[in-house]
């Protein structure tokens, strides 16, 4: 019966797969004018994946210079800039391109369509975003432009006016980082209508809304949330290249502009834009999790409406970034009340992942390893946040190192632990090999050793009043120890993200062969060849489930009767 | 009634919470020398404990959720790992409860309401707080990189360590703070004694603090400012009544006239220093950086980058940079005679 629904490659499949024998410099350029959907998504992640290690090599730099008080192993300004190019970095070229090239490469596998609905707009962002990036990082040979070399943008990756303005920045690092981003942004966007128009539009037969695996929900949700937000970053960008180049007064304070509308233009962009980077962890979480505890998703239609709850409510809290600039005390406490309401479908998500393990067998290889250390940790990080939206107290601990622990355990602990779950859970798809389980469980343990050293110090050093941003600090304010600690856990860290990033070449070629479907998984990704033929599927798929794969695997007990 | 007891209650679930606090402050305090951290486990102003008192409330909170929740999710996966005898089977497929999602849904929202109220409530109490008559106004002005402090009502002007009385239940001697930017945007933070209050240009701000005790308490700028954040340190001295009113009367005298070092205060007078310095009483009078009037009453220089001493003194007006670089400044190119005249000058400046 299922077989006639569903082609399973190997035996249905009759894609001819072209053994093209091409000379090198005709496969790069069979790589650059790609309109494939699995390759751009493979450029988005290797990408991602060299800027991760540039941007960590800059935070181990700030980690050496913080280690000691009063060090010089970098000046004042080549430490402002590392940590300016350490966030713009990790956020821009790191977080959204790894997780709109992972989109790119699953949601029209998991959909069962054959690419992209705009597959030449889906090159042309990439290849924005690609640019955006190598703008960004030209600063450093260009920053100065004719009055000397060597320079990059030091105002911080909130780039708080009017500290960005002519007078304060001189040079042109500022600029090139706000044209680098009004490039990579115009990329998200095209990427992001692309992700909207393929699920409402490319699903195959029998595959409803409700029936999507939830990370193309999840992905869904962050598009439209995308659309909305990278618009005032764009915005507040234009109006300050207006201030620095045409004599605009946006934000330029002493000619009555205004420092604080920029800080509202940056976090109503720059909120959302943590949940834009965390939801997609959450769906890659929600495919993982089923699958390595052997259980469907527990309350899968609860796990959507969360999804758009956090979506919509994440729209309305950005001034939680500035319970210190000043607002009236009424305005403090709807921001309060409206941030903290983010807790609760993030709770009901929480307790979905918690449901879903309940009663299952849980099969520990690296990928749900890296899903449990996330739910741990985005389970403390969810906590600390609830602390820093108690406005009073975030007026302790607002700008300290508290907010880098918070927001490093989001970011790390709860995103770069799904990313690394899902490079591990997807690789054999993408390549036909498995990555090493040994050296995987090697990255895991230490990354997860070295996080804990570096983050969970952080949050202490925070309560003892060291601010962030700061190249160094007086050594009587009892802050010594535990920044060495902290450093002695980047390193660790850093071994382990050596370690994985050797896993991933040497596997390439050594690894052990994967086959179509090695995890025992349920969506349709896993149906066809690994790696996927062009078009990925011989036949349209037609499922009839959220697991099609499940219905299969067990047609005497098939998912769709049971679903709602 | 209630509220006592629900008071009790927070100070119950929250004295193991204190303790390691406590703990971890003495811990770090013993391990780099005599002076306190400035912790905010440790206040000594009325916002700042106010704060504390909030923030053990969410903490014994938030750390039973952790409690419950990190332990249910431990217990799931150690109770349903994969064991090796397993026969391979699929366990039981669940795939929902509308019960139990209502559950942890309404959980929830009621542990919002308490959490929103409570801490409502603490923001009103600190932000709106009414202005006693008593009150001590300063007007506190950031610049790149160094605190200006200027008290109206009694015509002082100072700069990066701030004089304060100690204020007590009985005889409230609060102080408000007029917050204001000269350039960029920074913040105002002494951990024991209130929260952080950003300077921001054109956008005037307030804060205040009532110090209980008297003694020095230690902050910095807590809002990214440019090269030499990190060195923009704040000092609060909080006097008894009699040592501030003495400073008070100190700070108001002219600049001293000593004739034994009119050599270095000519250097002074004649170089680019008057652009930026003021010194009551002479032609000086800059208002780009510190006010020097009363420069040796001061601990430390260059906003707490360097102790206050003939020696560093000396460097810092060699070459700043040395000292804090990127500092805006700039080296004067004097001599080393005239540089010996000019530190002679300023150390008769008390």
Known sequence: MADQTLPIAGTLDVTPRERSQAMLLESLHGWVVTVDHKRLGILYVVYSIFFLLVAGAEALAIRIQLAWPGQHFLSPQVYNRMFTMHGTTMVFLVGMPILFGFANYLVPLMIGARDMAFPRLNAFSFWLTAFGGLLLYYSFIGGFGLYGMGSAPDVGWWAYAPLTAKAFSPGHATDYWALALIVSGFGTLGTAINVIATTLSMRCRGMSLLRMPLFVWLMLVVSGLTLVTITPLTAAQIMLVIDRYLGGHFFDTQAGGSAVVWMHFFWIFGHPEVYVLVMPAFGIASEIIPVFSRKAIFGYPAMVAASVGIAFVSLGVWAHHMFTVGMTSVGNAFFVLSTMLVGIPTGIKIFNWVATIWGGKIRFATPMLFCIGFLFQFLIAGLTGIMLSAAPWNWQLHNSYFVIAHFHYVLVGAIVFNIFAAIYYWYPKVTGRMLSETLGKWHFWLFLIGFHITFDTMHFVGFLGMPRSIYTFEPDRGWNHLNFVISAGGMIQGIAVLIFAWNLVDSYFRGKVAGNDPWDAWTLEWSTQSPPPAYNFAADPVVRSRRPLWDLKHPDDPDWKYEA | ?350
């Open chain 2, 1 to 350: 009634m209630i509220r006592e007891q629900s008071a009790r209650a927070i100070r119950l679930v929250s004295l193991p919470i204190v303790c390691i606090a406590a703990a971890v402050a003495r811990q770090a305090a013993w391990a780099d020398g005599p002076q306190s951290s400035p912790s905010v486990f440790a206040p000594a102003s009325t916002p700042a404990s106010s704060i504390l008192g909030l923030s053990l409330f969410v903490l014994a909170i938030t750390g039973g959720i952790f409690v419950t929740v990190g332990g249910l999710l431990a217990w799931a996966i150690i109770r349903y790992r994969g064991r090796k005898d397993d026969d391979g089977s699929e366990p039981a497929q669940i795939y929902g409860s509308t019960q139990v999602e209502l559950a942890w849904t309404v959980i929830p929202i009621l542990i919002v309401v308490v959490l929103f109220l409570t801490t409502a409530r603490i923001i009103f109490a600190i932000q709106d707080a009414p202005k006693p008559r008593a009150a001590l106004d300063v007007t506190v002005v950031g610049h790149q990189y160094w605190w200006e402090f200027r008290y109206p009502k009694l015509g002082i002007v100072t700069a990066n360590e701030l004089h304060v009385p100690v204020s007590s239940k009985n005889d409230p001697r609060p102080t408000w703070l007029h917050l204001l930017s000269a350039d960029v945007d920074h913040s105002f933070w002494v951990p024991q004694l209130a929260g952080k209050t950003d300077l921001i240009p054109n956008h005037p701000n307030e804060t205040w603090i009532d110090p209980l005790h008297t003694g020095l308490y230690v902050g910095q700028c807590a809002q990214f400012c440019g090269v030499e954040h990190a060195k923009m340190l704040l000092r609060v001295y909080v006097d008894t009544p009699e040592q501030f009113a003495a400073w008070v009367q100190q700070e108001q005298q002219p600049g001293a006239q000593d004739a034994s070092v009119a050599a270095g205060r000519h250097i002074f007078e004649t170089e680019a220093c008057t652009n930026c310095h003021r010194i009551a009483g002479t032609p000086a009078a800059g208002t780009f950086g510190p006010d020097l009037t009363h420069l040796m009453s001061r601990a430390t220089i260059a906003s707490g980058a360097a102790l206050n001493t003939r020696e560093t003194l000396r460097s810092w007006i060699e070459d700043p940079d040395h000292t804090k670089p990127g500092a805006l400044m700039p080296a004067m190119q004097l001599n080393d005679e005239q540089v010996d005249q000019l530190v002679a000058y300023l150390t008769t400046l008390r």
